[in-house]
Nanobody, 128 residues
Framework: LRLVESGGDLVQPGGSLRLSCAIS????????LGWSRQAPGKEREGVSCINLTDGKTYYEESVKGRFSISRDSEKNLAYLQMNSLKPDDTAIYYC??????????????????????WGPGTQVTVSS
């Protein structure tokens, strides 16, 4: 399995970006596909995750209502739509098979075991 992210850019606060993840191979055996990020001097944190079987999505608390994860299985692509971006969202964003951290959805919290395979990342900078 190989994952390659794209779509990172410099954007002003309040702006939007859509990150893409090109998937080579079949991620289904990993059950989950997710996005994480790492800001300078900080640990990597999970941002969002999608279950490849039932399509349920999960988000980190600070991005709920602003970010949206999706997958196009026909095109072998995954996306992270990011709206209302803030300077705190500045980080390198990674697409991964497997998910990281404590995320949640309307069903409640879910602790993920960690990422198994990830791409090289794409830089998102939110600044005026």
């Amino acid at each position: 399995l190989r994952l390659v992210e794209s779509g990172g850019d410099l954007v002003q606060p309040g702006g939007s970006l859509r990150l893409s993840c090109a998937i080579s191979g079949s991620p289904s055996e990993y059950f989950w596909l997710g996005w994480s990020r790492q800001a300078p001097g900080k640990e990597r944190e999970g941002v969002s995750c999608i279950n490849l079987t039932d399509g349920k999505t999960y988000y980190e608390e600070s991005v709920k209502g602003r970010f949206s994860i999706s997958r196009d299985s026909e095109k072998n692509l995954a996306y992270l739509q990011m709206n209302s971006l803030k300077p705190d969202d500045t980080a390198i964003y990674y697409c991964a098979a497997g998910c990281l951290g404590n995320l949640s959805n309307h069903d409640g919290p879910y602790s993920f075991a960690g990422e198994r395979i990830w791409g090289p990342g794409t830089q998102v900078t939110v600044s005026s």
